[in-house]
């Protein structure tokens, strides 16, 4: 999905503004830059695979287990094409593993921004546990639900679920911990 491509965000599902749901499309391009080695332009991987993905919807809503906190709760649509997938035909579990890692920082974003918190501030990923539960085959379309956990001044945790609605069924589960850098960090 490109912010550039002029998206009606007050068509995507769920109860984050539409003001923030494109600060948070804004936040995940990525422009070109210049490979050192070739001197030819290089948008990544990373742009390839976030140009392909729709945004469904962004929410913030009342945690199940505890009404008075708030979870962030995001869901991407991709469509699997030829170049997602590994050598038996299915989808390729590292590209599974980078859909996820762009997805899950996402409901993180909108719930700091919802609740007026600063935002912009993705931090890394400091652990991502995925399960690979079943394949996705050439035209499936794949639904990426990401949800906070937790979220605190420097270390954030949630899950990401990748769902097959084609075939209905679960694909890929991940629980992740994401860390604010210090200042101080020589990251």
Not at 41 to 58: D, H, I, N, W
Not at 164 to 183: D, K
Request: charged share 20%.
């Amino acid at each position: 999905m490109k912010p550039e491509d002029n998206v009606d965000t007050s068509q995507v599902k769920g109860n984050v503004s539409p003001e923030v749901k494109l600060a948070m499309l804004d936040s995940l391009a990525q422009p070109s830059h210049v490979l050192r080695t070739t001197g030819k332009p290089f948008r990544g991987f990373k742009a390839e695979f976030v140009s392909r993905m729709q945004l469904a919807e962004a929410s913030v809503l009342s945690k199940a287990e505890d009404p008075d906190k708030l979870e962030g709760r995001v869901v991407f649509e991709v469509t699997v094409d030829e170049d997602m997938l590994n050598e038996v035909g299915t989808v390729h579990g590292g590209c599974l593993a980078m859909i996820i890692e762009i997805c899950s920082p996402m409901p993180i974003y909108i719930l700091r921004a919802s609740t007026g918190s600063t935002y912009g501030v993705f931090g890394v990923q400091q652990s991502l546990n995925i399960v690979f539960h079943s394949p996705g085959m050439p035209g499936d379309k794949l639904s990426i639900v990401s949800t906070t956990l937790t979220l605190g001044s420097r270390a954030r945790s949630g899950r990401c679920e990748v769902w097959n609605v084609t075939r209905r069924r679960l694909v890929a589960s991940a629980g992740y911990i994401n860390m604010v850098p210090s200042e101080s960090s020589k990251l």
